[in-house]
């Protein structure tokens, strides 16, 4: 395992004829982003490229150039395998261990090329890669891949699509540049991909301003009825019922953005939404401050992510998985107080 070794990796790259570019399970903007953007770059350079996600991902992130090219693992598994069996070369975006691929998981691990992940998550699983671009300063892999596309020589130039792509890793990771986007760089990577002619107003509205009136109304529901705050503990949280969801027509995607809503309260630094997804409960935690959602995500939920955004799962029943957040609340109740903006 090399960590960051961009010369090796470029000749890798070079060397490789046949390149497949994965993401993590449930993709989102920044999954598809980073994997399309980092897609249209390859082909320009002459390769033959394919974009394999493990499992379908929303609409609102589905219209991105190239995206006719994405094959689902789950829907078409044998093609899938094909294309595995056949790279030369594995990329891992915004993953940052293996079994984040999901379904994708058992193909890649028997497959023996070289892996590289490139990835802004923190807490690498170093083993699962043979190379690693990995930071957690970065806002998005999106950023990272705008790196290292600038810092490939002689390489194609940066085209308009890969812009868009990139653009919009960037934009949903950073809930339109409102979190993990401190850093002046993350300013001047979006203005490069601004330079090529992006219409970014256009695509604001493609991705956030395309809601179905059930997804909008489930909004509504979620907020007025549902909210539970917790303000001795600074928590507020909201739990979904598979029944509740259908009576919405839940599809993928629709409960995107409700946890922040939640976070938005003054005086409340972690927000949850459980939702009751088959077989498992799935929780979304954000947080304010130096609280992190991602420890508390690792040790209690089967899962992890960043410092203030992170998702696990329980695996029991809706009420059942509300009781295990509650319980804990006290444990958390003096770091939860006494969160530090920073
Ligand atoms: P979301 O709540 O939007 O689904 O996820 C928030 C963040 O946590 C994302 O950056 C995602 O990559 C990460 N994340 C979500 N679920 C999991 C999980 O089960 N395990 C780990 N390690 N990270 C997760
Ligand atoms: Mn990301």
Redesign the pocket.
């Known amino acids: 395992m090399k960590i960051n070794n961009i010369e090796e990796i470029n000749a890798l790259v070079g060397d490789s004829e046949r390149i497949l570019l994965t993401t ?1 399970t449930n993709p ?1 903007g920044d999954a598809i982003g980073s994997s399309l953007g980092l897609y249209h770059f390859l082909k320009d350079m002459g390769k033959a490229v394919s974009v394999l996600v493990p499992n379908k991902y929303p609409g609102f992130i589905s219209w991105l150039p190239g995206d006719d090219h994405i094959l689902v693992y789950e829907s078409e598994p044998k093609r899938a395998q094909q294309l595995i069996s056949e790279a030369q070369l594995v990329f891992c975006l915004d993953y940052n261990a293996i079994h ?1 691929s999901g379904s994708l998981q058992d193909v890649l691990k028997v497959s023996s090329v070289p892996r590289i992940m490139i990835d802004h ?1 923190p807490e690498p699983v170093a083993a699962d890669f043979t190379y690693l671009i990995s930071t957690t300063e970065t806002s998005s892999t999106s950023e990272l891949i705008c790196e290292f596309i600038l810092q490939m020589k002689n390489g194609p130039e940066l085209s308009r699509d890969i812009a868009t792509c990139l653009f919009v890793g960037i934009m949903t990771d950073t809930g339109s540049f409102s979190f993990a986007c401190n850093r002046p760089r993350t300013f001047e990577v979006t203005a490069v991909l601004m330079k090529t002619g992006i219409d970014v107003e256009y695509i604001h509205r493609r991705v956030y301003d395309t809601f179905s009136e059930d997804r909008l109304r489930l909004l509504g529901y979620s907020l007025s009825e549902k909210l539970v705050v917790k303000r001795e503990f600074a928590t507020a949280y909201i739990a979904l019922s598979r029944n509740e969801l259908e009576q919405f027509n839940y599809r993928v995607g629709d409960t995107e953005g409700i ?1 922040n809503y939640a976070l938005s309260i003054e005086g409340i630094n972690m927000a949850v939404l459980l939702t009751e997804r088959k077989g498992r409960i799935r929780l ?1 935690f954000r947080s304010k401050g130096d609280f992190s959602v991602n420890e508390l995500a690792r040790e209690h939920f089967n ?4 410092r203030n ?5 329980v695996y029991d029943t809706l009420r059942k998985a509300v009781l295990q957040l509650e319980d804990l609340l006290p444990t958390y109740k003096d770091a939860l107080l006494n969160v530090r903006e920073d």
């Open positions: 993590h989102d984040r998550h946890v979304s899962g992890g992510g960043h955004a992170a998702g696990g799962d």
